[in-house]
């Protein structure tokens, strides 16, 4: 195995500016671990070793003064953020050989700062799932132990960096598919605040909860990453017309004395495995001892969080996959010449999409529909309100809230495959930002029974930078005691 | 279970359809299931939502964005259909949509 791929982007990117080692170099390094280890890891739908290895080499060619610090580091790009001309499948049949004619706004800045773009990662089925088991592909496997989840829906892009593939990844997060696969798999992911990163070119699953964001090894990383790709975007009507947080001085910086932290009591308790809760209290002390001042608060309104995520996210569901129509794009099944297009529709939808994605659209074109509209949508609404006025209440006292990510650690896979309700719980402690539109990261804080726990930071609209002060300062001890990022703790793994 | 439950399997059937989804008999009995268990988990959030709470279907005060009338370069028709099933003439082919006889 190469040294190369357990460095940090940080670190390759100034390797590479200073000429003592080239893109290429770095980006053959990752291309060579995928194809040791992806067999068994499954992180990747498509790997362009071409294109990436053109890149480096345009990268190399164009390096210099005032470029980007990720100039000429590799990337894992999410298969739900199209790339031109390259394979974009959002884990569904029914867009598999889609080769989409643009590039997202995410992918535009990516290659505008110089970034190699390795593939497309795998994940759950239009981002619908909490372990990657949906991806009409096969599943992930975790790094930590290949007979367990690496989390969802971007199982993918967290296993590629647990797995040393790629120091970057993009994951996309609408209910906390970028935290729940950086807490089970020891790495660090942040979902920023709604509208601070384009939408524009990013498959839609529901458009009031998805945000693109950045995912790597270390709290700097992320904040780098952040840097690249956060910022208005004319493309995107919802795109925040504002400065973007300095989240890259945040993170250097990570101080947090003086700051207020507030622990959400609705966030703990049952449910919540003894080993994450005792990482969740290490984590607390030891911002304590940074000097942060430690405060429980109260969000009543968080217990109907999962009851309304999960009928606002498959209403827009239903909605946004309406386009998947068998007309312009994608799976075409059952045109024989006497079928009409509506027969021509349902039998390719039924074809092309796998069990979760039809019982969500099911689910949202039900509560949606004549008669249950305000028994369930409209309830569902309501609940948004009182819980961003949670959040509005919460941050009068504190300058961010904290919880565990998730309540507990990586599951096996199979284990909840066909239990949907008990699947939706891995998501209880993410999903109340995502209705908000608040910034949240999860960064690692420590193993339990050899499994990675994740610690989730929550900050107010547009205040990103407090993420990456708070979680620079935790990450700074938590690598003291543990000689380097969680991820160099990682077994051997077993290849296929 | 059936006196009890909030969905009915013949109402996810006329649901599915609506939703342009031609579901089997054994996919509608096993969905039809699993979402009077979803709806019953949800349904929790009837208890919370009063009167006088508003509704908020965004988390940001959304105006309508315009940009002048400017045309721009966009896809070529090329473009435009290369990921289509089937087209013709520069125009995306598809099944008869008026009932016509084929």
Redesign the interface.
């Known amino acids: 195995m190469s040294d190369l791929i357990k460095k940090s982007a940080a670190e390759l990117g100034s390797l590479i500016s200073q000429g003592q080692v080239s893109s290429r170099e770095v980006t053959q390094a990752h291309l060579d671990q995928i194809a040791a280890t992806d067999p068994t890891i499954n992180a990747f739908l498509f790997i362009d070793n071409e294109g990436a290895l053109a890149q480096a080499d345009l990268a190399d060619r164009t390096k210099g003064e005032g470029k980007s610090p990720l100039h000429g580091v590799p990337l894992a790009l999410k298969d739900v953020l199209t790339q031109k001309g390259v394979p974009t499948t959002c884990g569904s049949k029914i867009l598999e050989g889609?080769?989409?004619?643009?590039d997202s706004t995410v992918v535009t800045r990516l290659k505008d700062s110089g970034v190699i773009i390795l593939g497309k990662t795998n994940m759950d089925e239009f981002a619908m799932g909490s372990s990657t088991e949906n991806s009409a592909f096969g599943p992930t496997r975790n790094p930590w132990d290949t007979e367990r989840i690496p989390g969802g829906s971007g199982g993918g892009s967290a296993a590629a960096l647990a797995a040393f593939q790629a120091p970057l990844a993009i994951g996309t997060d609408t209910g906390g598919s970028i935290r729940q696969p950086a807490a089970v798999t020891g790495t660090v992911g942040v979902k920023p605040t709604?509208?601070g990163v384009s939408r524009y070119g990013l498959v839609a699953f529901s458009s009031?909860l998805d945000q693109a964001g950045p995912c790597a090894r270390t709290v700097l990383d992320t904040a780098l990453l952040h840097q690249v790709i956060a910022g208005y975007d004319?493309k995107d009507?919802?795109s925040?017309n504002a400065a973007v947080p300095d989240v890259v001085a945040a993170a250097q910086r990570s101080d947090v004395k003086g700051m207020k932290i507030g622990v959400v009591k609705e966030l703990s308790g049952d449910g919540y495995e003894k080993g994450v809760a005792d990482r969740f209290a290490e984590s607390l002390a030891i911002l304590e001892s940074q000097g942060a001042e430690i405060i429980e608060v109260s969000c009543p309104?968080f217990?109907?969080a999962?009851?309304?995520y999960?009928?606002i996210a498959p209403s827009e569901a239903?909605s946004n996959l309406?386009r998947f129509?068998?007309?312009?794009?994608?799976?075409?099944v059952g045109?024989d010449?006497?079928?009409?297009?509506?027969?021509?529709?349902?039998?390719t939808?039924?074809a092309g999409?796998g069990?979760e994605v039809?019982?969500r659209?099911?689910?949202g074109?039900?509560a949606l529909?004549a008669g249950y509209y305000e028994?369930?949508y409209?309830?569902?609404?309501?609940?948004?309100?009182?819980i961003?006025r949670d959040f509005a209440a919460a941050y009068q006292k504190v300058d961010v809230l904290v919880s565990p990510t998730t309540p507990t650690v990586a599951f096996k896979i199979g284990a909840k495959s066909d239990d949907?309700?008990s699947m939706?719980l891995s998501d209880v402690a993410t999903i109340p930002v995502n209705?908000?539109?608040v910034a949240s990261m999860s960064l690692p804080a420590g193993l339990s029974e050899g499994l990675p726990v994740g610690f989730q930071i929550i900050a107010p609209?547009m205040k990103d930078d407090r993420l990456y002060q708070v979680g620079g300062a935790l990450e700074r001890e938590l690598h003291r005691q543990w000689n380097g990022p969680l991820t160099h703790q990682i077994p051997e793994l077993q290849v296929r | 279970m059936a006196s009890n439950s909030r969905i009915s399997r013949e109402e996810v059937a006329r649901i599915a359809a609506l939703a342009r989804i031609s579901l089997g008999e054994q996919e509608l009995n096993h969905l039809a299931g699993q979402i009077d268990g979803i709806l019953d988990a949800v349904a929790v959030v009837q208890e919370a939502a009063g009167a006088a709470v508003p509704a908020m279907s965004h988390p940001l005060e959304i105006t309508n964005v315009t940009r002048p009338d400017v045309i721009l370069p966009s896809l070529t028709p090329d473009q435009a259909l290369s990921g289509a099933p089937a087209s013709e003439d520069s125009r995306f082919r598809v099944p008869q949509i008026l009932g016509e006889e084929a």
């Open positions: 889609w080769r989409p004619p643009y709604y509208g009031s004319p009507a919802t925040i309104n217990k109907y999962l009851g309304a999960y009928l239903s309406a129509d068998a007309m312009r794009y994608g799976l075409r045109d010449g006497s079928r009409s297009a509506e027969e021509v529709m349902s039998l939808r039924a999409f069990a039809k019982r659209i099911i689910l074109t039900y529909s028994a369930f409209g309830s569902a609404q309501k609940v948004r309100t009182l961003t949907p309700v939706y209705l908000a539109g609209a």
